[in-house]
């Protein structure tokens, strides 16, 4: 089986640990993510595997003939080939393997037969046909079609020169030429930064039938649940690895890290009492030597450090003004791109407080869309109006071209905040990813992703009851994620947003506007009264029920169409069947984690001791056996429903 494995690897950038004995191991069929917070050193611990980075100490063992992938965040140009020559150079690795076969192949015209070289030259030979075999060398034709189609590339793209293309889709190329290299083992940080919602499940897909081992670096909660059933996670330079999903992992962390947190708030509220005496007594001669004191003790002090996603920040925008019931109504809304339609006929009336999440594939117009509401785009056809005492604020994914500026990013900030917001500045950009010293940073030198997230940060500094935001969770991690939620979800307005992070979309939405774009058989637009979970969960149930009454319709249009409808009727049903079976799973592993808390209870010496205390433990734990019992056998049935439906 082949794998790779790190043993004991440290790594120190100056006077900082990066990583501190680290061990790790993964091998094919390992389901894998990496978690911690911004900076803890997840990136430079894939280097290291990939063999971009050597450890300052440290082994690393490698089973002979593994091939190891690795796809960076960024920073990947492909130029000079077309779309379809670039992906082709994924094969590169087999080439090497055809000439070792046709070297091998002279040897053994030379060799005369003497038994155990002849038998080696051989054996060796039965070894590279199966490994060009198996890499899908003789099928790259389709597979390229497939894994750039599935990307979001069109057939039209294929002969283009990749230069002409944008770096979002710079690394889409990046990422469909670690795939078709189809290696051992497969390194990916932050695949899906640059995929839309279609992408990514298509890459969920395939990495659902990938028979190799994968370690992922990702910011999409929902992307992790999905792919992975191991964790790990890089904490103060040290690794730590749980079982389960991404949502699994971080239920049992938090129950792990309560003591830790209860200490850590202790400490903070210590510093802030001895600062605040510092303050008030270091000027005063008569207490001089009492502040100095205190001053010793807090520089000796150990400070405990505990995960950004556990430390309690929250952020709130300004209140929003008053307004009338109805935020926006559209009338005849149409758009087109010389001969290409992107909307058309498209009517909506949105109520305030609603959460309008616009869906559909990519190309369908949806960033179109929210520019017309926006007022940025006035050339399309038909009607915006606002309702009485709208403010509407919009943040879009080239926000970050338009903000510069020589300040620094705190002094910048405060001039933009009304006067009530600045004490909670720090705590915004920290929300924002702007930490310690980064404030200091002026404007101008920020990266593309760095000024995305203050330009996000700086529209909510202004009052709006209208917010229409375009990907406001690129760039941010899952903490900051989370807390841009919180503050979307208390906001008292009216939000229209467009996201490619399902959890997200999920959380945030109330109604779900589908696009169907130009190549739907009939373009237009559908809006359904429910979160995007239930969009999802209706599309489907609509689209077996079209496939049923097209089966009757069509009946005798001969057999292959009938194949046809029966697929896409058996497709459907397939993935109702696996998302309740990822649902059932998903409550499965809650009491898992629920019963190791249980379990840990009762063996503490207080509990067990304590015959009243055990037995209630004893009674929670007879009924979360009794749930698995029950989830268990609802898991198998559906789990068996499913298999009818898979090919």
């Avoid at 097209?550 to 409808?565: A, L």
Wanted: with cysteine; proline share 2%.
């Amino acid at each position: 089986m082949a794998f790779v494995q790190f043993s004991r690897v440290s790594l120190a950038f100056g006077g900082r640990d990066i990583l501190k004995n680290v061990s790790l191991r993964l091998s094919s069929g390992s389901r894998s993510c990496l978690t911690g917070a911004n900076g803890s050193g997840k990136t430079t611990l894939m280097k290291i595997m990939a063999g971009k980075i050597i450890a300052d100490t440290g082994e690393r063992a490698v089973q002979k003939e593994t091939r190891i992938s690795y796809l960076p965040q960024s920073g990947i140009v492909h130029h000079g080939r077309s779309l379809r020559d670039e992906a082709e150079t994924a094969f590169g690795f087999v080439h090497k393997l055809f000439d070792k076969l046709e070297k091998n192949g002279d040897l053994l015209k030379k060799a005369k037969y003497d038994g155990s070289s002849t038998k080696i030259l051989i054996d060796e030979n039965h070894n590279l046909q199966e490994q060009i075999e198996n890499s899908g060398y003789y099928r790259r034709e389709a597979d390229i079609y497939t894994v750039l189609c599935g990307l979001g590339f069109s057939v039209k793209d294929l002969e283009r020169d990749t230069g002409e293309f944008s770096g979002g889709w710079q690394m889409r190329i990046a990422l469909a030429k670690v795939l078709l290299e189809k290696p051992d083992i497969l390194l990916l940080d932050e695949p899906t930064n640059y995929l839309d919602i279609e992408a990514r499940y298509w890459l969920e897909k395939w990495l659902e039938i990938f028979t190799g081992g994968y370690l992922l670096v990702s910011h999409d909660r929902y992307f992790l649940d999905v792919c992975v059933n191991e964790v790990y996670e890089l904490f103060g330079g040290n690794l730590k690895r749980y079982t389960g999903n991404y949502s699994a992992f971080e239920k049992t962390r938090k129950i792990e890290l309560e003591s830790l947190v209860k200490r850590y708030e202790e400490q903070q509220e210590e510093i802030v009492k001895a600062e605040a005496l510092i303050r008030r007594f270091r000027y005063k001669a008569s207490k001089a030597a009492f502040a100095q004191d205190l001053i010793k003790r807090l520089e000796k002090m150990e400070r405990i450090e505990i995960p950004e996603s556990l430390k309690k920040i929250n952020i709130s925008f300004p209140p929003a003004p008053h307004s009338g019931n109805i935020a926006l109504t559209l009338q005849g809304i149409g758009k087109s791109y010389g001969d290409h339609r992107v909307l058309t006929e498209l009517d909506l009336c949105l109520d305030t407080k609603e959460r309008l999440v616009v869906a559909g594939p990519n190309g369908a117009g949806k960033s179109t869309l929210l520019r017309i509401i926006a007022g940025v785009d006035k050339n399309h056809e038909g009607t915006v109006k606002y309702g009485t005492g709208i403010s509407a604020g919009y943040f879009s994914q080239d926000a970050a071209e338009m903000l510069d500026s020589p300040k620094s990013i705190i002094d910048f900030m405060e001039e933009e905040a009304p006067t009530s917001l600045i004490p909670k500045l720090r705590d915004m950009l920290g929300a924002f990813l702007f930490r310690g010293d980064d404030v200091y940073k002026s404007v101008s030198v920020l990266s593309g992703g760095e000024k995305s997230r203050l330009a996000l940060l700086k529209m909510f500094l202004k009052p709006m009851n209208l917010l229409i935001l375009d990907e406001p969770t690129n760039h941010l991690d899952l903490y900051s994620k989370d807390i841009l939620l919180d503050a979307l979800q208390k906001f008292s307005g009216t939000i229209i947003f467009v996201s490619h992070d399902r959890s997200f979309m999920e959380a945030l939405s109330t109604k779900t506007l589908e696009l169907f774009g130009s190549n739907a058989a009939l373009p237009g637009a559908r809006l359904f009264y429910g979160n995007y979970a239930y969009y999802l969960e209706r599309a489907d149930s609509a689209q077996a029920d079209s496939v049923q009454k097209t089966e009757i319709k069509e009946q005798e249009t001969g057999d292959n169409e009938q194949r046809r409808i029966e697929e896409k009727q058996r497709q459907a049903a397939l993935r109702r069947f696996e998302r309740q079976e990822a649902e059932i799973l998903k409550e499965l592993e809650e009491l898992e984690a629920e019963k190791t808390f249980l379990d840990a209870q009762l063996a503490r010496p207080e509990i067990y001791s304590n015959g009243e205390k055990a037995k209630n433990i004893k009674q929670k734990l007879d009924l979360n056996a009794q749930k698995i019992e029950i989830k268990t056998k609802d898991w198998e049935e559906i789990a068996s429903q499913a298999e009818n439906y898979r090919i």
